[in-house]
């Protein structure tokens, strides 16, 4: 049995996105929610602080005191609404008010936790990144598009599910969740105070299904499974990928035993990774001048050349250490896997209709291989990461079952 909550008088720091005292707000009202924090409930504590003075302002919240790094679960299903990410600030990508993530409910109301972790695990650094602020699939969906995730990236997540970390990010000086209810999918829609909800979760004993976070390779599920890369996490948007192509021999890791699925693959991993894939070989070796025979992708990169896959820069260069961008990367699928023409255009506003590799980029998203960094950009030029490779080449695969 679960023991319950302890409710504490423990007075709680001011958040910065608390609103006016004139602020509309509920007291009353009790919403079905999952307890937003993870157990052993010992060292969990709460109080109804909603209506505390916070100078000019009161807090519209509930803080939840805790452990840093327990973990933070959805509350309610929903979509992934907010998550800032200042990827243009010289002071770094984290807001000065800390790693913030908002969820619009499913029923129509907004959940919003402040003050998520932002230390590497063990320390007080500040510069744990969003992997240790976020959950993985939430951390890889951010770095993947290396700005601020909103609502119409379509990021869903389950009741009870694991969203993030409990921290102290932004002016919090002590670990804690501060959570809002808000009555809509707005923050300048009336606030609904917590307490009762969460009482009202605890005294029906909803609270998330354990979970292990476990350690680097391992699974999340507490189930112990191997990864073969020991930076990979069981949630990890393409861990499935890249564990199914390594298993195959497909993929390959950075060294140290990790996979460094955040990094732009290079044009000499990416020429191994598609002759692997493809089974293809050369007659003659690389026939460029930086690419020399005793290179570890020498014979791959010599084979997806004389294929026509991935071609050198016309200049007797290859560039094997060279980044691949994701307009190129359409047409290399299209000539490695066949992808026949598209019946219309690419639905991006950043694709010039006339582009070199507009026709390959609508192929590929026609046949469900790529899809766009927003709701109508393709980000054309932007990096392909190592993680993305994988599952591109996977999709690329299954084409040809």
Same mark, same amino acid.
């Given at each position: 049995?679960?023991?319950?909550?302890?409710?504490?008088?423990?007075? !709680?720091?001011?958040?910065?996105?608390?609103?006016?005292?004139?602020?509309?707000?509920?007291?009353?009202?009790?919403?079905?929610?999952?307890?937003?924090?993870?157990?052993?409930?010992?060292?969990?504590?709460?109080?109804?602080?909603?209506?505390?003075?916070?100078?000019?302002?009161?807090?519209?919240?509930?803080?939840?005191?805790?452990?840093?790094?327990?973990?933070?679960?959805?509350?309610?299903?929903?979509?992934?609404?907010?998550?800032?990410?200042?990827?243009?600030?010289?002071?770094?990508?984290?807001?000065?008010?800390?790693?913030?993530?908002?969820?619009?409910?499913?029923?129509?109301?907004?959940?919003?936790? +402040?003050?998520?972790?932002?230390?590497?695990?063990?320390?007080?650094?500040?510069?744990?990144?969003?992997?240790?602020?976020?959950?993985?699939?939430? !951390?890889?969906?951010?770095?993947?598009?290396?700005?601020?995730?909103?609502?119409?990236?379509?990021?869903?997540?389950?009741?009870?599910?694991?969203?993030?970390?409990?921290?102290?990010?932004?002016? !919090?000086?002590?670990?804690?969740?501060?959570?809002?209810?808000?009555?809509?999918?707005?923050?300048?829609?009336?606030?609904?105070?917590?307490?009762?909800? +969460?009482?009202?979760?605890?005294?029906?004993?909803?609270?998330?299904?354990?979970?292990?976070?476990?350690?680097?390779?391992?699974?999340?599920?507490?189930?112990?499974?191997?990864?073969?890369?020991?930076?990979?996490?069981?949630?990890?948007?393409?861990?499935?990928?890249?564990?199914?192509?390594?298993?195959?021999?497909?993929?390959?890791?950075?060294?140290?035993?990790?996979?460094?699925?955040?990094?732009?693959?290079?044009?000499?991993?990416?020429?191994?990774? +598609?002759?692997?894939?493809?089974?293809?070989?050369?007659?003659?070796?690389?026939?460029?001048?930086?690419?020399?025979?005793?290179?570890?992708?020498?014979?791959?990169?010599?084979?997806?050349?004389?294929?026509?896959?991935?071609?050198?820069?016309?200049?007797?260069?290859?560039?094997?250490?060279?980044?691949?961008?994701?307009?190129?990367?359409?047409?290399?699928?299209?000539?490695?896997?066949?992808?026949?023409?598209?019946?219309?255009? !690419?639905?991006?506003?950043?694709?010039?209709?006339?582009?070199?590799?507009?026709?390959?980029?609508?192929?590929?998203?026609?046949?469900?291989?790529?899809?766009?960094?927003?709701?109508?950009?393709?980000?054309?030029?932007?990096?392909?990461?190592?993680?993305?490779?994988?599952?591109?080449?996977?999709?690329?695969?299954?084409?040809?079952?």
């Amino acid at each position: 049995m679960r023991r319950p909550l302890v409710i504490a008088v423990a007075f !709680a720091l001011t958040a910065t996105l608390a609103s006016p005292a004139s602020a509309d707000h509920t007291d009353e009202s009790v919403v079905d929610i999952t307890f937003p924090v993870a157990g052993p409930y010992d060292d969990i504590t709460y109080r109804d602080d909603f209506h505390d003075s916070r100078g000019n302002r009161l807090h519209l919240a509930t803080d939840i005191m805790g452990p840093k790094h327990r973990t933070l679960h959805a509350a309610v299903d929903g979509t992934v609404g907010f998550t800032p990410y200042l990827a243009d600030d010289p002071d770094g990508p984290e807001p000065h008010y800390g790693w913030l993530l908002s969820i619009n409910g499913d029923d129509g109301r907004m959940y919003r936790y +402040l003050h998520i972790n932002n230390d590497t695990p063990g320390t007080n650094d500040e510069a744990g990144g969003p992997e240790h602020a976020f959950a993985p699939k939430i !951390a890889d969906a951010i770095l993947e598009k290396g700005s601020t995730l909103s609502a119409s990236d379509g990021i869903r997540v389950k009741r009870g599910e694991h969203v993030a970390y409990l921290g102290d990010s932004g002016n !919090a000086s002590t670990p804690h969740l501060h959570f809002e209810i808000f009555e809509e999918h707005s923050q300048n829609s009336p606030r609904i105070n917590p307490y009762a909800s +969460l009482k009202d979760a605890e005294a029906r004993g909803d609270y998330p299904e354990p979970w292990t976070t476990g350690s680097a390779g391992t699974t999340d599920d507490g189930g112990g499974d191997d990864l073969p890369f020991t930076d990979l996490t069981a949630d990890g948007a393409h861990t499935g990928a890249i564990t199914r192509l390594a298993e195959d021999g497909i993929v390959t890791g950075c060294g140290d035993g990790r996979y460094c699925p955040h990094e732009a693959v290079s044009r000499g991993d990416l020429a191994a990774f +598609l002759a692997a894939a493809l089974g293809l070989e050369a007659e003659q070796g690389p026939r460029f001048d930086d690419v020399d025979d005793g290179d570890a992708n020498a014979a791959a990169i010599a084979a997806v050349d004389e294929a026509g896959i991935l071609t050198g820069f016309g200049d007797d260069r290859f560039g094997p250490d060279s980044a691949l961008e994701r307009a190129q990367l359409a047409t290399m699928l299209v000539q490695g896997f066949a992808i026949g023409a598209a019946d219309g255009g !690419a639905p991006f506003a950043d694709v010039d209709a006339d582009g070199t590799h507009t026709a390959n980029i609508a192929a590929t998203f026609e046949a469900g291989l790529t899809v766009g960094c927003s709701d109508d950009a393709y980000c054309p030029w932007d990096d392909v990461t190592r993680g993305q490779i994988a599952t591109f080449i996977d999709k690329g695969l299954a084409t040809l079952d």
